[in-house]
């Protein structure tokens, strides 16, 4: 047998004992599994259903046809396109919808709580286009509204970016859109994180404000790794994409042209067929009672840590995430996220706004709840997890407490699937 199947096991063994956090991971389920390990990632399809490159794609024509109802369904919208492999890929077809190259946009900046493909320097979203960017608020760690308007007057960006990485608080998409018309420029909002709260309709609807909205498919939705594409209602297009003929064109269709053959070649039905599978489970009503334990989670450790003396960034969560600043504590984010994986504890290091060290030291860390709930956590969990976590940044260097921590991780752990929902 293969060496990478013992690596394979070895990987599995790890989920199974550890404590996940890291706030863009989850577990899939079997069936999930099943569909991206199966015979259609023989299959290629370049072009879209009715309308392929290739033959022999009348069975996933089907598939991808069912994958396309079914996020209409979920999210109750007009459009969607399954095939962005990752969410930068679904992303990367919006700029090429909407932009041309030295374009401005706005986006959330990166030290903030955005996200690389928002306008960062080293992405090609910084590269190619011309960037301006809005931020949170010193004192609440939430989102300057009136500044992001005072920078979009100023700047006139041709399209702005409501979304985040690292950002705990919802988002007001209508205030948004209002600055969006007032500068007339393109809105899109990127759901990656809390897409599958706000498909259960925990969060605010990004669908009846913003022009497009983009989200991958493995963070909060808990299917295969991948991206999504998907519009409230399809609307004419005018930012020059016209035919040759001269004629205006529905955004649908410039967003399709955008994916394939805009940025990627043939489709991944094999994902394609995991992602129908994850939106299947993601209608049934369990999904529903998955993401308010999520949120109620996510609400528990907060409150939990803060009851510890740490200080989360605007002082809570909507979502299912939240950003520790560990300035109050004496230790950076990079020490403690080496700390908590030797202690069996996954989460990232992630910079902090106004952070004053670099994005590779960091003063915080980003821990998110859609994992370990679906490892079957509740509440209680909750505030041992905030004390192994306090143990941890407490002795970052004593060894005998990190072992300590990590047999009671581990023990925490024995015995549970890593679905269970
Ligand atoms: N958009 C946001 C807001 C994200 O947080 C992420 C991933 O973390 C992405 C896009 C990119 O997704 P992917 O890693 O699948 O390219």
Redesign the pocket.
Known sequence: MDIIFDLIEKERQRQSHGLELIA?ENFVSDNVMKAMGSVLTNKYAEGYPGKRYYGGCEVVDEVETLAINRAKELFGVEYANVQPH??????AAIYLAVLKPGDKIMGMDLSMG?????GSAVNFSGIQYNVVSYGVQQETGLIDYDQMREVALRERPKMIIA???AYSRDLEYAKFREVADEVGATLWA????PAGLVAKGLLNSPFDHCHVV?T?T??TLRGP???MILMGKDFENTYGHKTPKGEIKMMSQVLDGAVFPGIQGGPLEHVIAAKAVAFGEALDTQFETYAKQVRSNAQALSKAMISRGFDIVSGGTDNHLMLVDLRNKGVNGKETEKALVLADITCNKNMVPFDDKSPFTTSGIRLGTAAITTRGLKEQDMETIAELISEVVDNLKSEEVIASVRKRVNELMEGKALFNY
């Open positions: 863009s990752s969410g930068s890929q679904a992303n955005g996200h690389l493909t928002h979304g985040f990485s990127d759901i990656a994180h983009t991958t493995h963070k790794r991948g991206g």
